[in-house]
C-alpha cells in the first residue's frame, strides 16, 4: 500500500483544496471519464432522476465545477427554469461557463463563485439542489449541509452523489487499492498535476461518512424522508432528502 497522504488540517484545508481544483481544472472532466471508466455519466444521470426537476423549477448545482450535472438539470426544468452551477472554484466556474454557452446558448444557466457553507442565494427560494463529489471537500460538513436546507423551499429536495464505502469487503480492498495506488498514477499522468489533487481525493474519500453515518447527518440537519441508493456495489452512493412542508 502506498505512503498515506495527510489530509491538510481544517485552518488550511479550503486554501489547499482550492489551488488543487485550480491545477486540476483544465483535464477535470477527462481524468473523471479516465478514473471512473466513464461511469461517472451514468451516475450523474440517475442522481438527476432521483433530484426530479419539473419544469419551471429553480436548481442549484452546488460544487458544480464544470456544470455536468447543472447541464442535465437544465433539460429537466426547460426554458422557464433557472439552473445556477454554485462552486468556490473560479478556474472550474470558468470552464462550467464555456460549457454552458457552448453546449446549451440560451438563457436560464449561469454561475456563482460562492462558498457552500455561506452560499450567496436567498432563503427558501430554491426547489430543488444537487450536489456531486463536492461536499467532502467542504471544511464544516455540517454548516454546509444547514446552509443547504436553510436556501431549499418548504418541500424542496436535496441530492448528494458522492464516492462511498463499498458493501462487500472484497470489492472494498480492491477498490481501495485502485484508489490509493493506482488512481493517482493515472491522474498524474493525465493531468500532469503535482499538487497532489489525485492523492487527496482518495484520502478525502475513505475520511468522508459512510452511507449510514452520513444519512444521519443529513436528519440532523433537519432534512426528513432520507434515503441512499448505492451504486456499482457502494463505490458511489446517492443520498436524498426533502425539506419539510412548514418548515422556515
Known amino acids: 500500500m502506498p505512503k498515506t497522504f495527510s489530509l491538510p488540517n481544517p485552518q488550511e484545508k479550503q486554501i489547499v483544496v482550492q489551488n488543487m481544483f485550480t491545477s486540476a481544472a483544465k483535464a477535470y ?31 442549484v448545482d452546488l460544487c458544480g465545477g464544470t456544470a455536468d450535472l447543472g447541464l442535465l438539470a437544465k433539460e429537466r426544468v426547460g426554458p422557464k427554469g433557472i439552473v445556477a452551477t454554485v462552486d468556490l472554484n473560479f478556474a472550474m466556474l470558468r470552464i462550467g461557463l464555456d460549457k454552458i454557452r457552448s453546449e446549451q446558448g440560451r438563457s436560464g444557466m449561469g454561475a456563482v463563485q460562492s462558498n457552500a457553507e455561506v452560499m450567496a442565494i436567498r432563503t427558501s427560494s430554491v426547489d430543488r439542489l444537487v450536489v456531486g463529489f463536492g461536499l467532502r471537500n467542504v471544511t464544516n460538513l455540517d454548516v454546509a449541509l444547514k446552509d443547504i436546507y436553510r436556501i431549499l423551499k418548504p418541500g424542496g429536495r436535496f441530492v448528494c452523489l458522492e464516492f462511498s464505502t463499498p458493501v462487500n469487503p472484497i470489492w472494498d480492498k480492491l477498490y481501495r ?72
Do not use: C
Request: charged fraction near 15%; proline fraction near 6%; aromatic fraction near 10%.
Open 29 to 59: 472532466d477527462l481524468n473523471n471519464s479516465v478514473l471512473s471508466f466513464g461511469m461517472h455519466h451514468l451516475w450523474k444521470r440517475i442522481a438527476i432522476s432521483i433530484l426530479d426537476p419539473k419544469p419551471g423549477q429553480t436548481v
Open 177 to 248: 487499492f485502485y484508489s490509493f495506488a493506482i488512481l493517482p498514477l493515472i491522474g498524474r499522468v493525465v493531468s500532469g498535476d503535482k499538487t497532489g489533487i489525485y492523492e487527496y481525493l482518495p484520502a478525502s474519500i475513505a475520511k468522508f461518512p459512510a452511507q449510514e453515518r452520513f444519512k444521519g447527518l443529513i436528519e440532523a440537519a433537519g432534512f426528513r424522508n432520507v434515503a441512499y441508493r448505492n451504486l456499482s456495489g457502494g463505490i458511489v452512493a446517492i443520498h436524498s432528502g426533502e425539506k419539510p412542508h412548514g418548515a422556515v
